[in-house]
């Protein structure tokens, strides 16, 4: 495993992460739980070293159920291992179809709160990287950041990070607290982000990428006849996986896999090995509950991209038709309780 620094933050984490979410929530029925903590105990034989998940990572039963996981199996490796965790969001209706609409909160009794709990569950006294799980539009950035500030001078967390955010959002929350990376989505499918990469690189500020893989379409090991259960897996409401976006997504994918054979490489490597050639500041967090995959993804930083390449990549990418992908769970406000 190759290793890099977020930004300059002086993060180092392996230059693959492991989002861990769909071991518990998701992607269907929750994996067998001593069947992860094998697979996590592997992960940090094979040289991960970043951890991803979230408070809200779980099933209505047991709505925590991804932070207790990897506070059970990690906490052997905690001085020699990273975990990042989210706080400010909890779900609109969790015993429904998924995916659930979203209810931000990101106030400082709210943060607290998360905070106390996450570090409880994942059995440890603080958070390496700590973040805005998605942005509260009735909470100021400079009020969120503030927070954070205070929390590293009590030592409860090390640094902090924003999903999904924008420039103008980052750079006010960035002048109050130094800003350690933003987690947004990012994949061959789905670019939009890049027009942030310019402010980043001026900051400092790392770019963790989620969804990496599309939500597993790009791995080339689903076609039409793939189905996904409504109630608990995400993927049944992603436009990339209906059937009639196979074959709109076929000469993406005959693209991703003939840049595979000749690099030697998976469609999965060739994915992840394209974000991780473009800048030595953004680390991708595939998830998986195989440790086959494991290791696939793992050998993605051997995969050497020519400046060259990557643009001709993005060039044939900007043209080649494919799909709608999966933009992420509508923001909406909790109902007023009178």
């Known amino acids: 495993m190759e290793y890099r620094t977020l930004g300059l933050s002086g993060l180092r984490v392996s230059a693959?992460?492991?989002?861990?979410?769909?071991?518990?929530?998701g992607y269907g029925t929750p994996a067998n739980k001593r069947d992860m903590i094998r697979l996590l105990d592997d992960a940090?034989?094979?040289?991960?070293?970043?951890?991803d998940t979230a408070e809200i990572y779980g099933t209505v039963d047991d709505p925590h159920a991804n932070e207790e996981l990897l506070g059970e199996a990690l906490q052997?490796?905690?001085?020699?291992?990273?975990?990042?965790?989210?706080?400010?969001?909890?779900?609109?209706?969790?015993?429904?179809?998924?995916?659930?609409?979203?209810?931000?909160d990101s106030s400082p009794v709210a943060i607290r709160k998360a905070l106390e709990g996450s570090l409880r569950r994942l059995r440890?006294?603080?958070?390496?990287?700590?973040?805005?799980?998605?942005?509260?539009?009735?909470?100021e950035p400079e009020t969120v950041a503030?927070?954070?500030?205070?929390?590293?001078?009590?030592g409860k967390i090390l640094h902090w990070g924003i999903s999904e955010a924008d420039e103008e959002y980052l750079r006010r929350a960035h002048a109050v607290c130094r800003v350690t990376a933003v987690q947004n989505r990012y994949s061959m499918m789905a670019r939009w982000h890049e027009a942030l990469f310019p402010v980043l690189e001026e900051l400092g500020i790392g770019f963790v990428a989620f969804s990496p893989l599309a939500n597993g379409l790009l791995t080339a090991n689903y076609d039409a006849s793939s189905t996904?259960?409504?109630?608990?897996?995400?993927?049944?409401?992603?436009?990339?996986f209906k059937k009639e976006s196979f074959e709109k997504n076929r000469e993406?994918?005959?693209?991703?896999?003939?840049?595979a054979d000749e690099h030697h490489a998976t469609p999965s490597q060739i994915s992840l090995a394209w974000m991780l050639c473009k800048k030595p500041w953004i680390v991708p967090i595939p998830g998986t509950r195989h440790l086959c995959r494991l290791k696939e993804n793992a050998g993605a930083?051997?995969?050497?991209?020519?400046?060259e390449e990557i643009a001709r990549i993005d060039r044939t990418l900007d043209t080649i038709p494919m799909s709608e992908v999966f933009g992420g769970s509508k923001i909406v406000k909790p109902q007023n309780v009178i």
């Open 44 to 51: 940090v034989d094979m040289g991960y070293t970043f951890f």
């Open 124 to 139: 440890t006294d603080h958070i390496d990287l700590y973040y805005q799980h998605r942005i509260d539009p009735d909470v």
């Open 146 to 154: 503030g927070v954070m500030l205070d929390l590293m001078k009590e």
């Open 252 to 259: 993406l994918m005959d693209y991703i896999t003939q840049l």
């Open 16 to 25: 693959v992460g492991l989002g861990c979410m769909g071991m518990s929530h």
């Open 228 to 240: 996904f259960d409504p109630h608990s897996d995400y993927r049944a409401a992603m436009p990339q």
């Open 301 to 307: 930083p051997d995969v050497k991209l020519s400046q």
């Open 76 to 104: 052997p490796y905690r001085d020699r291992i990273v975990i990042a965790t989210k706080f400010g969001l909890e779900f609109e209706n969790p015993g429904g179809d998924g995916p659930h609409p979203l209810i931000p």
